[in-house]
């Protein structure tokens, strides 16, 4: 499957925003999806998980409460609702499939796709 990212941009401290990742070329639905994100000079880093049916998901610590993953398996794309953004949210967003469940390992997940840059102004 591959998957592309979009929706990044430039937004203001406190602003919201959604990035999309659609997917072509594969079964969207037999995958659970993830979402990670990095900055410049620093490690890729775990964002977001949700199941293949939509439900469980699950967060880091830095984005908890902050952050919303879904998904559409009709339309083969995974969202991230962004709220209340912060400086330290700038970092170029990827999305990525993954078999297993309750990882935050980036060894675990696959199919990364060409990131979407946000940049939070403060």
């Known amino acids: 499957v591959q998957l592309q990212a979009s929706g990044g941009g430039l937004v203001q401290a406190g602003g919201p925003l959604r990035l999309s990742c659609t997917a072509s070329?594969?079964?969207?639905?037999?995958?659970?999806m993830g979402w990670f994100r990095q900055a410049p000079g620093k490690e890729r880093e775990f964002v977001a998980a949700i199941s293949r049916t939509g439900l469980p998901t699950y967060y880091a610590d830095s984005v908890k409460a902050r952050f919303t993953i879904s998904r559409d398996n009709a339309m083969n794309t995974v969202y991230l609702q962004m709220n209340s953004l912060k400086p330290e949210d700038t970092a170029v967003y990827y999305c990525?499939?993954?078999?297993?469940?309750?990882?935050?390992?980036?060894?675990?997940?696959?199919?990364w796709g060409q990131g979407t840059q946000l940049t939070v102004s403060s």
């Open positions: 070329g594969g079964t969207f639905s037999i995958y659970n």
């Open positions: 990525a499939t993954t078999t297993a469940w309750g990882t935050t390992r980036r060894s675990d997940f696959r199919s």
